[in-house]
């Protein structure tokens, strides 16, 4: 019994979820106002996100680079480390660990914005006026994340793969040649392809699950704090799971 | 003319609307009082499709609203303003910037025509110098009055007003008042106000509906009001000192 009501509540919200995304990708009302909004959130979403990403992709990249160095023993060639530090970041750091952590910087934000919304009846007003409140708040946030998250992973591993070559060569444990031939070896393009296309996916989720979640929230500022929690979580669960699903499709 | 025809709405177990009849006719402020948790809010909310009733249905002017698609209801929203019990102002935007946005989505001017509208309205709640603040920086009874500059800025058929003047001082809940009235006279507008403040029934009233836990227990004008006749009524209306001495017609 409790398990039947469990499914049909996970139901209620995936059915729920679905039409408030078909509700979001309407036409826009005005053009204009839709290109404003979307270039707040390029920003609040982007440009905002810069520094943490940037910050964490650094550090990650010195990490894996000395921990690389570590783990080989005299036998394993010194360019593995360039190629294990590339490898990671181009993989899975840089695609599935940014959007985790924009999950929590952004998605809580988008939850905790829309439903402050919700609870003090703003999203009423725009109903009220006619406006399409989840096309007019949600569409710019999926669409800013779609084209923004991408972006910020590039940039990650780019910054990764950069310090890992920086700390290998100023410790010593690397020469640059070294490390840029590890850097080269065997290279796919076709893993940088499928970083990408999981990253949009994942931006697409951190943005519309917490919209989800924050245009739903119901009650007072107690429940708004709630919902971005949810937010959270439900976002790095689910990216995780297409994640693991994206792989496995992706590479077969 | 806005008609409820048996109109029932409950949450769960509690049926917060039963069967309610009103009509709100045209060029008259029609006013809507009841205890506190009577169900005047939703009541209204119920009128302008905020929330859909269980039964029954509504009609603007012939046009049968409850019937019609979300589409179909835009054109109909489009007529209505709305001043909400919690003002509901955006909160990222100015306030300028918040009386001017239906006129951004909908009306087709151009940006000083807009800016010109905008003005006016501010200038008729008397905040022609507040256009540049946050609605955080406005005291409560002058979001109420950005609310109603917001409200009346579409030139609306159709006007609600969830207690506009709960929390002013007597002064300016009677300069809302008066605003009210004047507008509703000169665009022959169709005004609805919700209100447990007899100060403004007696000022401003042309008809009355009484609610007791979800009912419409009367139906009148200010001069009915006072001849009593419904027992929660006469206690709703003479629960103040001053009412029961205007009744006995005695000195103040
Ligand atoms: N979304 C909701 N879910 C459940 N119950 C609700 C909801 N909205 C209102 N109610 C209940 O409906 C009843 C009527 O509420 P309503 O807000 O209409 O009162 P009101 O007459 O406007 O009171 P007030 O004068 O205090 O604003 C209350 O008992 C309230 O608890
Ligand atoms: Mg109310």
New binding site residues.
């Given amino acids: 019994m409790k398990a039947y009501l469990r499914a049909m509540r996970w139901l209620f919200h995936i059915g729920r979820y679905m039409q408030l995304l078909s509700a979001s990708f309407r036409r826009p009302e005005k053009g204009r106002v839709f290109r404003s909004l979307l270039i707040r959130e390029l920003d609040a979403i982007g440009t905002q996100s810069i520094g943490i990403v940037a910050l964490l992709s650094l550090f990650m990249g010195a990490v894996i680079c000395l921990q690389t160095a570590h783990q080989i023993g005299g036998w394993i060639p010194v360019y593995t480390i360039g190629f294990t530090v590339r490898q990671t970041m181009i993989l899975e750091f840089s695609p599935t660990l940014i959007p985790v952590i924009l999950a929590g910087k952004v998605g809580s934000n988008i939850a905790s914005q829309i439903g402050t919304m919700r609870v003090t009846e703003q999203i009423d007003a725009l109903e009220i006026m006619g406006v399409n409140s989840a096309s007019y708040l949600i569409l710019p946030k999926i669409i800013a994340g779609l084209c923004i998250v991408p972006f910020l992973v590039i940039l990650s591993m780019v910054m990764g793969v950069g310090a890992g070559a920086w700390v290998g060569v100023a410790t010593g444990v690397s020469s640059l040649a070294d490390f840029e031939y590890g850097m080269q070896v065997d290279f796919h393009v076709f893993d940088v392809i499928y970083a990408l296309t999981k990253t949009v996916a994942f931006g697409f989720i951190l943005t519309s699950v917490s919209a989800y979640h924050g245009y739903y929230a119901?009650g007072g500022a107690l429940e708004v704090g709630r919902s971005s929690t949810r937010a959270v979580v439900w976002s790095v669960v689910i990216i995780m799971v297409t994640n693991l699903i994206l792989t496995q499709m992706l590479l077969n | 003319m806005i008609e409820l025809h048996n109109i029932s709405?409950s949450?769960?177990e509690?049926d917060?609307?039963k069967d309610i009849q009103a009509s709100f006719e045209r060029g008259k402020v029609n006013f809507v009082i009841?205890?506190?948790?009577?169900?005047?809010?939703?009541?209204?909310?119920c009128t302008v499709g905020l929330?859909e009733p269980d039964q029954g249905h509504v009609s603007y002017d012939g046009r049968n609203f409850t019937a019609l698609s979300r589409r179909d209801r835009k054109e109909i929203r489009q007529e209505i303003g709305m001043l909400f019990?919690g003002s509901a102002l955006f909160d990222s935007m100015t306030v300028q910037e918040n009386v001017s946005f239906p006129l951004k989505m909908f009306s087709g001017m151009t940006d000083a025509e807009i800016d010109r509208r905008a003005s006016e309205c501010l200038e008729r709640v008397e905040l022609a110098d507040a256009g540049s603040r946050f609605p955080a920086e406005c005291s409560g009874g002058m979001q109420k009055r950005v609310g109603i500059a917001r409200a009346i800025a579409m030139n609306p058929k159709y006007l609600f007003c969830?207690?506009p003047n709960?929390g002013l001082d007597p002064q300016t809940a009677i300069v809302i008042d008066q605003l009210i009235m004047e507008i509703t006279r000169e665009y022959n507008m169709t005004t609805v106000v919700?209100s447990?403040d007899m100060n403004s029934v007696m000022e401003a009233s042309d008809t009355i509906h009484f609610?007791h836990e979800?009912r419409i227990l009367w139906r009148g004008d200010r001069g009915g009001l006072l001849a009593g006749g419904v027992p929660e009524l006469e206690d709703f209306v003479f629960a103040s000192e001053l009412m029961r001495r205007i009744r006995k017609g005695g000195q103040i």
């Avoid at chain 2, 009841?34 to 909310?45: D, I, L, N």
């Fill in positions: 119901a | 709405k949450f769960g509690h917060v609307l009841g205890r506190s948790g009577s169900g005047k809010s939703v009541m209204t909310k929330i019990q969830d207690e709960s919700i447990h609610v979800g």
